[in-house]
């Protein structure tokens, strides 16, 4: 019973998310309050991010963790998500230099790194049992497929999408808008916050796979070491038969 109330809330606040997003996108905002929204929303995420740091380290117990980390990515949801949706649906407005790069190029990097998101997704769906952000928190440890090559590949993969639909828009504003204000945010919520919580949940198996695999960029994964061979006991020796021990 306990589960299912703890389900039915996670899946009411994603429904709020979505609402806040949904109206965001409606709303015919002034040149101005559009700005403050792709600009200010961004820059909120490093104080909602450095407190929810605070209050994790306040309570570090699992169970408080994960309901913590739950509201935080739902606020970092939000405020991402609204940023976003201004930025993709009014960027024809905005002026600057155009990126001399064909549209077609642009449109295939951002069908590429899509599709890698998407299958970042899959991997944490199938290995870690979790979803993005607030949606489902992940129940095991994802470290292998893409996650023995980086620790963060959906986080990779969506910000090179960001940077693709950039170069596909040809907006020169686009792309240093995504390269200096929003990477920065993300990975700042990445190593403030996402990462000192998947400590307190998963304990020394996170540490561990954090030393040897890197926060973004690739790294091909380091061979596991193999277990020796076992050699025979001496109690398996004692149980060999008269007969066997003829046959040696």
């Not at 980390?69 to 609204?82: C, D, E, K, N, P």
């Not at 400590?199 to 926060?215: D, L, V």
Request: aromatic share 12%; net charge positive.
């Amino acid at each position: 019973m306990r589960k299912a109330i703890e389900t039915l809330l996670r899946v009411a606040l994603f429904a709020c998310v979505f609402i806040v997003w949904m109206w965001v996108l409606r709303q015919p905002f002034s040149e101005t309050v559009n700005l403050a929204v792709i600009v200010g929303a961004v820059v909120l995420v490093f104080p909602v991010v450095w407190l929810g740091s605070l209050l994790l380290d306040r309570d570090p117990r699992p169970a408080s963790a994960e309901w913590l980390t739950t509201l935080i990515h739902a606020l970092v949801m939000i405020l991402f998500g609204s940023a976003v949706i201004r930025a993709v649906t009014t960027h024809q407005d905005w002026r600057g230099w155009l990126i001399p790069i064909p549209v077609e190029i642009g449109l295939l990097l951002a069908i590429l790194t899509g599709a890698a998101a998407f299958v970042a997704v899959l991997n944490l769906a199938v290995r870690g049992w979790g979803a993005p952000f607030a949606i489902a928190l992940s129940r095991r440890l994802a470290i292998d497929w893409l996650y023995a090559w980086t620790r963060n590949p959906m986080v990779l993969a969506s910000l090179a999408f960001l940077l693709a639909v950039g170069i596909w828009f040809r907006s020169t504003l686009f792309v240093i808008w995504a390269a200096f204000l929003v990477i920065p945010a993300l990975l700042f919520f990445v190593k403030v916050f996402e990462e000192r919580e998947l400590e307190i949940r998963f304990g020394a198996g996170y540490r561990e796979y954090k030393a040897r695999t890197p926060m973004l960029f690739p790294r091909r994964p380091a061979p596991q070491p193999r277990k020796p061979a076992r050699s025979p006991s001496r109690s398996s020796a004692r149980k060999r038969t008269p007969r066997q021990r003829a046959k040696k």
